[in-house]
């Protein structure tokens, strides 16, 4: 079946702009990750969904930062007012959830530059 | 700092040889994942282990977690050109399966 896809495979925005990356995960996993990764780092989580609600967004680095999975499925990471800094590849894993071990499964990642 | 350290940080083969990568923790592992990273692909996941002393493999592959469940290695048998990417060891903090720290990833690089 179809893996965990995510949209846009490269986004550039300027400074101050505004950025909505979608991931579409392997379709009756609950569960649903947002990491974010440097260049030659390993990827740093970000947010957690089971099911429709964030069941920890302690990985978001602050307010600009918003995510969301309305029906329980596509989730969308939302950044505001983007910065330089936030230039890295943001990627989206899903999982099972109702099965030991519960391994995460992730897509091709969104390359988001910001000038 | 990186709560799991991977050793290499970059490795160069010849292609048919054996390479060790490792991964370790200074804390209790509960759950060690591997993966592989390719440019535009994404994390592929390899292996999971979750006992001491579990030993896993898949092709020319074999993964290991000690007994103390602190180190992980991974090795590969007979290099080929397809093995070559990054390899990223995640584990699970105990408490629940979500928010894996890494490590930094090892890059294998093939040579012909």
């Known amino acids: 079946g179809a893996g965990v896809s995510q949209t846009p495979s490269n986004k550039v925005t300027e400074k101050g702009k505004y950025v909505e990356l979608r991931c579409d995960p392997i379709?009756?996993?609950?569960?649903l990750y947002w990491y974010r990764q440097s260049l030659g780092q390993g990827p740093e989580f970000l947010i957690y969904?089971?099911?429709?609600?964030?069941?920890?967004d302690s990985g978001l680095p602050n307010d600009r930062f918003f995510a969301v999975r309305p029906e329980g499925s596509v989730s969308t990471l939302k950044i505001q007012r983007t910065e330089r800094g936030d230039s890295a590849v943001y990627l989206c894993?899903?999982?099972?959830?109702?099965?030991?071990?519960?391994?995460?499964?992730f897509g091709p990642g969104t390359r988001l530059t910001v000038l | 700092s990186q709560e799991l350290e991977q050793s290499p940080q970059s490795l160069i083969v010849q292609e048919g040889k054996n390479l060790t990568i490792n991964c370790t923790s200074s804390?209790?592992?509960?759950?060690l994942y591997w993966y592989k990273q390719k440019y535009g692909e994404g994390l592929i996941f390899l292996m999971m282990?979750?006992?001491g002393g579990e030993e896993k493999s898949h092709e020319k592959i074999t993964a290991k977690l000690d007994e103390k469940k602190q180190q992980s290695s991974l090795h590969i048998t007979a290099s080929q050109p397809s093995h070559a990417g990054i390899y990223l060891c995640?584990?699970?903090?105990?408490?629940?399966?979500?928010?894996?720290?890494w490590g930094a990833g090892t890059k294998l690089i093939i040579k012909p």
């Open positions: 894993a899903s999982s099972n959830r109702g099965t030991s071990p519960d391994t995460q499964y």
């Open positions: 379709s009756g996993h609950t569960a």
């Open positions: 969904f089971q099911g429709t609600g964030a069941a920890d």
């Open positions: 804390k209790t592992l509960y759950g």
């Open positions: 282990l979750q006992k």
């Open positions: 995640g584990a699970d903090r105990g408490r629940s399966n979500y928010q894996l720290i």
